[in-house]
């Protein structure tokens, strides 16, 4: 850290190896391009443009505030994480992008339900129930699966037309006064000054490293291996697949992005990815055995054996806090949910529109209030907490899968995230009495999590003691009809 002579601001130097994104498959897709061609004051100077850095930008843009977006990579972008959950469709609303339209234009398909299918089970269907639908949730009960590559580059044209100039390049350091952000500098040497700032930056967390802002880190490190398989919908709704066995869980996903393709991935346990390394298998091979296990792939990997493997690795996690004076996080720079939830993009979605609302209501005043920024935090790390915490507690663990069964499991698991969405989406809560109670419901869907784990732990116990006691039992049965 260095200290400028006479002005009281520092200088952060942020070290960046890259964006930690999820790579995919190249998209072909033009557009025009706007660059900055000075470094004058903007309104909101937002690093990244990802999903939350994006919708930001068209929310901000919209209510007249002059935007900057500064990101590394030009578009197109081709990105992983297709599935959204059901609160999406009313945010995709807000944001001009109507499901039925994403649908008619080939971008998107329906998810109308999450088909399970372990080895050994019979094949088991979530989705929302009707009641959800009406008073008082009003909760949409079919959302989508996107293509990801066309879908952030439908935002990025509507950012780009309502007026946000965008910067190819990539931040360097901020100048920081008074946890005020104050201006940021990019790799090539150009300095940006700004009213607001938004980290949209994805797990790179740009400014949340720069801030030192530490995070809460949930399960284990996991390996993503992914694909696309040209091939139209097996199901209109997401199926992951599974082995109930493991003591912590792997996953198969298959999620129809367009008429016409399918996401398939694979999420294993670094520590298990690792071993599998050491046997000699590459990820083709690793992600090419997992499929075989499961009769949908058998043909798929038969009819396409030059499917193309990409892979990354990750640990889920949520900043300790997501916001101060003039600044956001948004998106993953705040937290990271598992991709198991299907609720990276909501997040990313709500926190833009809640970052936007903020900036609209304190722009006048440069500052936000104490109120302000307890319930953007409250909001922000509450969810990302409620998602990881309850997935890796019901889901990946053992306990409650080993115990009631793969099927319980995951209504254990959606009871929390359904109602919990559904109240959030209709209520949006901002106000004391709804802070108050959304914090009790959090808390209420902990205990439910932590509940059922114990009792799954109980009923384990209880089956390994009767088996070792099984023995003796006999024996005393025995003697019994002896005498």
Known sequence: MTQREGDGVSSFPVVQSGRDDLPGPPVELEAPIVEATT????????????????????????????????????????????????????????????RDQLIDEKIATYKRNIRLEIIGDPVFYGEPQEWMNKDPFQFEIKTIHVDRGMFDQKLFEMAQSLGTTFVWDRVSSFEIADKRVVACQTASKKRFTASWFIDGSGRARVLAKALHIPKVEYGRRKVCLWTYFKVPPHNEGTTFYGDDTAEYLRWVWEIPITPFETSVGYVLSADNMKELRREGKDVKSVMHDELAKYSRFKTLLAEQPDFQVSTCSYLTYVSKYACDSNWFLVGESASFPDPLTSNGVTAAFRHAREAARYIQEAFEQGSLTKRQRYVYNANVTRFGRGFNHGIETVV?????????????????????????????????????PSMVIFGFLFAIGHAWMDGWSLMGRMVCGARKLFKRQQPLLKSAASSLKKQ
């Open 396 to 432: 990946y663990n053992w306990p409650v899968r080993i115990a009631f069964g793969s099927a319980n499991m995951i209504t254990i698991y959606t009871l929390f995230a359904f109602t919990i969405n559904a109240l959030y989406t209709r209520f949006q809560p901002h106000g004391r």
């Open 39 to 98: 470094t004058s004051e903007y309104d909101v100077a937002i690093v990244g443009a990802g999903l939350g850095g994006l919708a930001a930008s068209i929310l901000l843009q919209r209510a007249g505030l002059r935007v900057l977006c500064i990101e590394p990579e030009r578009f197109p972008h081709a990105r992983v994480g297709e599935s959204l959950d059901w609160s999406s469709p009313r945010l995709l609303q807000a944001l001009g992008l109507p």
